[in-house]
């Protein structure tokens, strides 16, 4: 079964920056789709950005602030999420998640939770003002 586990996260001034880390491991990790959620105190979970094969995609509210990579090796993918210019909003429990469904990370459509199968227990990030 994939798991996602997460680490980094931590705490920082508004303006700094922080880096999270996401590890899955299945034989055919590298087709899956693989996606940072946050989730704010008293809030929804939201959509951060994805990585697929052939597709980045960011929300508006990230995009110029944060930045995915993804290093794919046999059996195992880690994704990366660079935050640079964190913003006090930023503060949430973030949460990785992997999914095979084709299509999950596109510009064509909203990135949405129910795509993703497998979830990782989030790391938390705090943004102080």
């Known amino acids: 079964q994939v798991r996602p586990v997460e680490s980094g996260g931590g705490s920082v001034q508004a303006g700094g920056s922080l880096s999270l880390s996401c590890t899955a491991i299945?034989?055919?990790?590298?087709?899956?789709?693989m996606a940072w959620f946050r989730q704010a105190p008293g809030k929804e979970r939201e959509a951060v950005g994805c990585?697929?094969?052939?597709?980045?995609?960011?929300v508006d509210a990230v995009k110029g602030r944060f930045k995915l990579s993804r290093v794919d090796v046999v059996g195992r993918s880690t994704l990366r999420l660079q935050m640079n210019n964190l913003e006090p909003d930023d503060t949430a429990m973030y949460y990785c998640?992997?999914?095979?469904?084709?299509?999950?990370?596109?510009?064509?459509?909203?990135?949405?939770?129910?795509?993703?199968?497998?979830w990782g227990q989030g790391t938390q990030v705090t943004v102080s003002s």
């Open positions: 990585v697929a094969p052939g597709s980045i995609v960011y």
């Open positions: 998640a992997a999914g095979p469904i084709g299509g999950a990370c596109s510009t064509s459509r909203p990135l949405t939770e129910s795509d993703y199968e497998y």
């Open positions: 299945e034989r055919d990790i590298d087709g899956y789709s």
